[in-house]
């Protein structure tokens, strides 16, 4: 079965900070991925999304940028961190030839 | 402008009862459909999918679809107050090839 791990489970950050958020999937090959940030009390905002390896569609401009070095890998970075980057963020996969996204445990960030 | 509604809520139901979820999309030429539960601080759980026009059931859940009229609904029959949770529904756009538009989430609330 398939399987999403995201690290860490939690971050408190400060203002000008870098950001780095892990995300491995296992049990599958060539998956779809995607990072998610959901602001308190609303609903998923889509950041990027990859469907290989080097490959990364940015959904909303903003100071976050995204990396995938290997299959199963998706990697969420920021150079310098902002208080509206405050958030939960989520990192799922669907197979290419199917809608339905898995979602991981998530991360919760927040940017004092 | 892509657009997926639902009502926020809170909606109470008492123990037992059937809980009913709506939710409206904006894209005629849309395909496919989910709802989600997302526990307090934890990340979305896929519930159901639905694709044709109709009822599908799994278990005490019932997702029903109407394309022409554009909305998509969630029954839970006999509800728990393990049902007590934030459900999101989840629209595939008929020219997007992976992304998802997702609504803001219903807050359920079973009452015992």
């Known amino acids: 079965s398939q399987t999403i791990h995201q690290w860490p489970a939690t971050l408190v950050q400060p203002v000008g900070s870098p950001l780095s958020l892990e995300c491995t999937v296992e049990?599958?090959?060539?998956?779809?991925l995607y990072w998610y940030r959901q602001a308190a009390g609303r609903g998923l905002q889509l950041l990027f999304y990859?469907?290989?390896?080097?490959?990364i569609s940015s959904e909303v401009p903003q100071n976050l940028s995204a990396s995938r070095p290997q299959d199963r890998q998706f990697i969420l970075s920021s150079k310098k961190l902002l208080l509206s980057d405050s958030g939960f963020y989520l990192c799922?996969?669907?197979?290419?030839?199917?809608?339905?996204?898995?979602f991981g445990p998530g991360t919760r960030l927040t940017v004092l | 402008q892509k657009e997926v509604e639902q009502n926020s809520g809170p909606l109470s139901v008492p123990e037992g009862a059937i809980a009913s979820l709506n939710c409206t999309y904006s894209?005629?030429?849309?395909?496919?459909f989910f709802w989600y539960r997302q526990y307090s601080g934890k990340s979305p759980e896929l519930i159901m999918s639905?694709?044709s026009n109709g009822d599908k059931e799994d278990g005490r859940f019932t997702a029903q679809l109407n394309k022409a009229s554009q909305y998509v609904s969630l029954l839970i029959r006999d509800s728990q107050p393990s049902d007590s949770a934030t459900y999101l529904c989840?629209?595939?756009?008929?020219?997007?090839?992976?992304?998802?538009?997702w609504g803001a989430g219903t807050k359920l609330i079973i009452k015992p």
């Open positions: 049990g599958t090959s060539n998956p779809n």
């Open positions: 989840a629209v595939k756009w008929g020219d997007s090839n992976y992304q998802l538009i």
């Open positions: 894209d005629r030429g849309s395909q496919s």
């Open positions: 639905i694709y």
């Open positions: 799922a996969w669907s197979k290419g030839s199917t809608d339905t996204q898995y």
């Open positions: 990859s469907v290989g390896i080097g490959q």
